[in-house]
Nanobody
């Protein structure tokens, strides 16, 4: 049974930083790409960042480029999202997802498993 457990969310002032973590278990972590998505209240879920199986390639939504960094540690079965220069519009529930094995990282249909989410709130 695959489990993804996010942590690290919270309340931060605009301009601040947070680091989200996602612990994965249940299948060979290093075989799959990983992604972070978010969903703000009243809005659809959207892609934030993705990383390939080795960590050698990463992908970002335009609205986080230069501010967020995705990384992974295959020895620890962990994926991270470092978020800097946070803005109030970054407020959302952030979800970690594990890829199905193929497809574009930005499409949520290409992810097989999802975490329960962690709330990030950025105050102005």
């Amino acid at each position: 049974q695959v489990q993804l457990v996010e942590s690290g969310g919270g309340l931060v002032q605009a301009g601040g930083s947070l680091r989200l973590s996602c612990a994965a278990s249940g299948r060979t972590f290093s075989n799959y790409g990983m992604g972070w998505f978010r969903q703000a209240a009243g809005k659809e879920r959207e892609f934030v960042a993705g990383i390939n199986w080795s960590g050698g390639a990463s992908y970002y939504a335009d609205f986080v480029k230069g501010r967020f960094t995705i990384s992974r540690d295959n020895a620890k079965n962990m994926v991270y999202l470092q978020m800097n220069s946070l803005k109030p519009e970054d407020t959302a529930i952030y979800y970690c997802a594990q890829g199905s094995g193929s497809g574009t990282y930005s499409l949520d249909r290409n992810y097989a498993y999802w975490g329960q989410g962690t709330q990030v709130t950025v105050s102005s």
